[in-house]
């Protein structure tokens, strides 16, 4: 089965750029999750979805982020205008309804803003 | 709110040898617990749950926990390490009646020594 799926892998840009990072979620599942790993702040929540309707958005850290969800099966984060203190590897995660379930990670996309 | 803690940065033992990785919760009501592993440079993986029931719960590549109400504890154990065991461990709670979103743990990195 396919699991989640995030492009690119890796991303290294010039401050000031805009960067917009992809997940597809495990079909059938209908929650999405957005996370950042840093060594200084561990796991962060950013936001999260539900039936593609972003449902807690209180972890974005600023407005220079925004997230997306225009079906089932497509998410989008994205900085604009991108800076140095934005480097971490960034994860996309899905579940189905129950919360008993667990979520499935993707492999994350490790961003460098130079 | 909910929060986890997990103690130790990094636990070292030697193959072979049982391991234990600690943690503990706060929730405000009956709590979702989960163990997580990370490998280098991938998202993170689904070890095991406690839902409900049993206070000993067995997951994947020989790894179980223990769900200690009174102690709102849930270790990860193991009774043989092995080197491949070697990674980043986390562990996560959410509240059964609150929102879906995961609170992961601060992370133990486990080290076995051949």
């Known amino acids: 089965d396919a699991g989640v799926i995030q492009s690119p892998r890796h991303e290294v840009t010039e401050m000031g750029q805009e960067v917009t990072l992809r997940c597809k979620p495990i079909?059938?599942?209908?929650?999405l999750f957005w996370y950042r790993q840093t060594m200084m702040r561990g796991l962060e929540l950013l936001i999260y979805?539900?039936?593609?309707?972003?449902?807690?958005d209180s972890g974005m850290p600023e407005d220079r982020f925004s997230a997306k969800m225009p079906n089932a099966s497509f998410s989008t984060l994205k900085i604009q205008p991108s800076e140095p203190r934005d480097s971490a590897v960034y994860f996309c995660?899905?579940?189905?309804?129950?919360?008993?379930?667990?979520?499935?990670f993707g492999d994350g996309t490790r961003l460098s803003i130079l | 709110a909910q929060s986890v803690a997990q103690p130790e940065d990094q636990v070292n033992v030697a193959e072979g040898n049982p391991l234990t990785v600690k943690c503990t919760y706060s929730?405000?009501?009956?709590?979702?617990l989960f163990w997580y592993v990370q490998y280098p440079n991938r998202g993170l993986q689904f070890l095991l749950k406690?839902?409900?029931?049993?206070?000993l719960v067995k997951g994947s590549y020989g790894f179980e926990a223990e769900f200690n109400k009174s102690q709102t504890s849930f270790h990860l154990k193991k009774p043989s390490a092995l080197v491949s065991d070697s990674a980043l461990y986390f562990c996560?709670?959410?509240?059964?009646?609150?929102?879906?979103?995961?609170?992961f743990g601060s992370g133990t990195r486990l080290q076995v020594q051949p």
């Open positions: 995660a899905s579940t189905l309804g129950h919360p008993d379930q667990p979520q499935h």
């Open positions: 079909s059938g599942h209908d929650y």
């Open positions: 979805f539900n039936n593609n309707v972003p449902i807690d």
């Open positions: 929730v405000s009501g009956n709590p979702y």
């Open positions: 406690y839902i409900t029931g049993d206070n």
């Open positions: 996560a709670v959410r509240d059964k009646a609150g929102r879906r979103a995961l609170t």
